[in-house]
Nanobody, 117 residues
């Protein structure tokens, strides 16, 4: 069974840091492009950061210089280091995987990040 499980969310004050993890199972992790998305109340889900199977990364303008995406293929895990957090970063953060050959896509269940001012 293909599964993504996020962890690491929580409540933090503005200016603080959190590290999200996304653990994958039931897939060949290294063959997947991975991404972090977020959805705030009343807003559409948006891409925060992505990392390809080859390790190339991209970021939303709103998080450039503050967030860092990475992956450890040996551990089947993706990470999102979030620094200098702002109240506007408050959202449910979702992990996404897309197989580079079949294009099969899977989502995690989400983890809540709340940044207080």
């Amino acid at each position: 069974q293909v599964q993504l499980v996020e962890s690491g969310g929580g409540l933090v004050q503005a200016g603080g840091s959190l590290r999200l993890s996304c653990a994958a199972s039931g897939m060949i992790f290294s063959r997947n492009d991975m991404g972090w998305y977020r959805q705030a109340p009343g807003k559409q889900r948006e891409l925060v950061a992505g990392i390809t199977s080859g390790g190339s990364t991209n970021y939303a303008d709103s998080v450039k210089g503050r967030f860092t995406i990475s992956r450890d293929n040996a551990k089947n895990t993706m990470y999102l280091q979030m620094d200098s957090l702002k109240p506007e970063d408050t959202a449910v953060y979702y992990c996404n995987a897309r197989n580079t050959i079949s294009m099969y896509t899977v989502w995690g269940q989400g983890t809540q990040v709340t940044v207080s001012s």
